[in-house]
């Protein structure tokens, strides 16, 4: 009876972060960039049934075929969370512009309660014998599995994924008798790590060391190497044939070019705005490339060391300190062996590309093995001391609480993200002007703040283009004409991205201007005033006079937001 009221205990403390999330399906929570990518891609596939994004980079226009509505395939995001996302969109119905923050809560609250679900399955697998069960409580009560639920990404597919494939690890140890066995959890874990390449790119780089786990711990049987193969190599075809199908190469991943990015020579995702790259990487990284890189990925493992402890909580110090003890079960240390080795080569390879707030994401993935290493290693600590019954509980109980406090601190700090002001009048009774760009279906939008643009605008929406070339550039790449120019006059200007859009500083400020004095003009004065807008010198050649719609802020600070109608090109 006690041990049927501690698994009931045990099953509600799993569910109260879900139901604590449940109000954020009505509320939702402010978006990264990384976050709002992955939603737009998952929009647009849900709408359109084919993987795309209406996110256009004009980098990544030169190298992809766009689509007939001027979007660009996708091959930044992995394909199996991107098609569950979608189908989450589709039976919510949330397919049109504002829409699918909802849809992606709730699949991230399925996937946190199910991960576990998962997590409680590979402790009692892990340790039978010992009461290993809080690492689910561990899991759900971190801080990075939280922020995961109600951000669109695969950071909760991946832990699940994590624990499955450790579960299909850990039997595989077996003796000479029970080849057949062994060759089933080979065949298993093979799947799983498919799964997890159409889910994340970078598991990739784990294939080598999943190849030598297999090949050790089975006493190199070749029939358990064919089959993990076989069957990894079936699951990974739907993503390596597509990148074939669109690119010719079956390894192509769009963000490789991200290594050149975020270091001294291309702050930020400057490279994005542009239409071709200044240097080929092969070039750059001999010329002083290769130290900036280096640079740019220790700054970036310093600042996921800093961020680890709220990811996973404590329960990551007591997986560090169970490399203090031997488990009986030696398939169990062979798994810590194993993870001790991956998970710091894995975050210094995605150190060379990725920020750190997407490099810590994918800590998510090692969680539930973690969590698991960290509870069995405080039960068993706890049993050898064979302390008092009560003293025991109240040791247990700490650890338990201080483990999910960063959870709780995650949690308190959630906040319900408004639709932002400078897009709130294409939305409302303005909309008209919105609707001209959704229905003219031969055109996209150019916008300084494209990821916001295009989350409420429901088009496709390219980043602002560095000069009159890139302009023309991508218009022949899309076979599509940029119908509207989109600014946000109060931009801030303290981001290293905004540096690809610094010709255009002189430009903001006299918007602000003349929509300062506009305001009170006739129509007539307003239409001549609309002529002394200023354009930076490398595109003042390429653009004719466009009207231009200035728009209040239903705000007290009186900010303005502007939509440019109607760029018409001198065609050199």
Same mark, same amino acid.
């Given at each position: 009876m006690n041990r049927l009221v501690r698994n009931v205990l045990l099953l509600l403390l799993?569910?109260?972060?879900?139901?604590?999330?449940?109000?954020?399906?009505?509320?939702?929570?402010?978006?990264?960039?990384?976050g709002l990518?992955?939603?737009?891609?998952?929009?647009?596939?849900?709408? @359109?049934? *084919?993987?795309? @994004?209406?996110?256009?980079?004009?980098?990544?226009?030169?190298?992809?075929?766009?689509?007939g509505d001027g979007a660009l395939p996708d091959l930044r995001h992995g394909i199996l969370y991107t098609g569950l996302a979608s189908v989450s969109m589709k039976v919510l119905k949330e397919t049109k512009g504002g829409q699918g923050q909802r849809a992606t809560t709730l699949l991230g609250i399925i996937l946190l309660l199910s991960g576990g679900l998962t997590t409680l399955w590979l402790s009692s697998r892990c340790f039978p014998r010992r009461n290993a069960r809080w690492a689910a409580l561990f899991f759900v009560w971190s801080g990075g599995a939280i922020l995961a639920t109600i951000t669109p990404g695969p950071g909760l597919l991946l832990a699940i994924l994590g624990a499955l494939l450790c579960a299909a690890l850990l039997p595989l140890d077996v003796s000479a008798s029970d080849k057949r066995a062994s060759v089933g959890q080979a065949l298993a874990a093979g799947a799983?790590?498919?799964?997890?390449?159409?889910?994340?790119?970078?598991?990739?780089?784990?294939?080598?060391?999943?190849?030598?786990?297999?090949?050790?711990? =089975?006493?190199?049987?070749?029939?358990?190497?064919?089959?993990?193969?076989?069957?990894?190599?079936?699951?990974?075809?739907?993503?390596?044939?597509?990148?074939?199908?669109? =690119?010719?190469?079956?390894?192509?991943?769009?963000?490789?070019?991200?290594?050149?990015? *975020? =270091?001294?020579?291309?702050?930020?995702?400057t490279l994005y705005h542009s239409g071709s790259l200044p240097k080929a990487i092969m070039n750059y990284l001999p010329n002083g490339g290769v130290s900036e890189v280096a640079s740019k990925s220790s700054r970036t493992l310093i600042e996921v060391l800093s961020r680890a402890i709220s990811t996973l909580g404590l329960g990551l110090i007591l997986f560090i300190a169970s490399s203090l003890i031997r488990f009986a079960?030696?398939?169990?240390?062979?798994? #810590?062996?194993?993870?001790?080795?991956?998970?710091?080569?894995?975050?210094?390879?995605?150190?060379?590309?990725?920020?750190?707030?997407?490099?810590?994401?994918?800590?998510?993935?090692?969680?539930?093995?973690?969590?698991?290493?960290?509870?069995?290693?405080?039960?068993?600590?706890?049993?050898?001391?064979?302390?008092?019954?009560?003293?025991? *509980?109240?040791?247990?109980?700490?650890?338990?609480?201080?483990?999910?406090?960063?959870?709780?601190?995650?949690?308190?700090?959630?906040?319900?993200?408004?639709?932002?002001? #400078?897009?709130?009048?294409?939305?409302?009774?303005?909309?008209a002007n919105l609707e001209r760009v959704q229905?003219?279906?031969?055109?996209?939008?150019?916008?300084?703040?494209?990821f916001t643009m295009a989350h409420?605008?429901?088009?496709?929406? @390219?980043?602002?283009?560095?000069?009159?070339?890139?302009?023309?550039?991508?218009?022949?790449?899309?076979?599509?004409?940029?119908?509207?120019?989109?600014?946000?006059?109060?931009?801030?200007?303290?981001?290293?991205?905004?540096?690809?859009?610094?010709?255009w500083a002189e430009t903001y400020r006299r918007v602000i201007g003349l929509f300062s004095i506009s305001e009170l003009l006739p129509p007539a004065e307003r239409d001549m005033l609309s002529n002394r807008i200023f354009y930076p010198e490398s595109i003042r050649s390429s653009i004719r006079t466009f009207q231009v719609t200035p728009v209040r802020e239903p705000s007290s600070r009186g900010d303005y937001s502007a939509i440019f109608w109607d760029l018409m090109y001198l065609r050199s």
């Open positions: 799993l569910a109260v972060p879900c139901l604590a999330l449940l109000p954020r399906l009505n509320s939702p929570t402010p978006l990264s960039e990384s990518d992955q939603l737009l891609a998952s929009r647009y596939t849900a709408a @359109t049934n *084919r993987l795309g @994004t209406p996110l256009i980079r004009p980098l990544e226009a030169a190298r992809l075929v766009s689509y799983l790590w498919g799964l997890l390449f159409l889910t994340i790119y970078s598991g990739l780089l784990l294939l080598p060391f999943l190849i030598w786990h297999v090949w050790s711990v =089975t006493r190199r049987d070749p029939r358990a190497i064919a089959v993990f193969l076989l069957a990894a190599g079936i699951f990974a075809v739907p993503q390596l044939a597509r990148a074939y199908k669109v =690119t010719k190469n079956p390894l192509y991943h769009s963000r490789w070019i991200e290594l050149a990015m *975020r =270091t001294d020579s291309y702050p930020g995702t079960d030696h398939r169990l240390n062979q798994l #810590r062996r194993l993870l001790f080795m991956i998970m710091p080569l894995h975050l210094a390879a995605l150190s060379l590309f990725f920020s750190a707030e997407e490099c810590v994401s994918v800590l998510l993935f090692y969680a539930p093995l973690v969590m698991t290493l960290g509870a069995g290693f405080l039960e068993t600590v706890v049993h050898a001391r064979r302390l008092p019954r009560l003293h025991a *509980r109240g040791v247990l109980l700490f650890w338990i609480v201080a483990c999910c406090v960063s959870g709780v601190s995650q949690l308190l700090a959630l906040r319900t993200a408004p639709a932002p002001a #400078r897009l709130y009048a294409f939305l409302g009774p303005s909309g229905n003219n279906t031969d055109g996209v939008l150019a916008a300084d703040d494209p409420y605008a429901n088009v496709p929406v @390219t980043f602002l283009p560095a000069s009159a070339t890139d302009f023309q550039e991508l218009e022949g790449r899309l076979n599509k004409q940029i119908v509207a120019f989109g600014v946000t006059p109060a931009l801030r200007w303290d981001r290293p991205e905004d540096a690809a859009i610094a010709p």
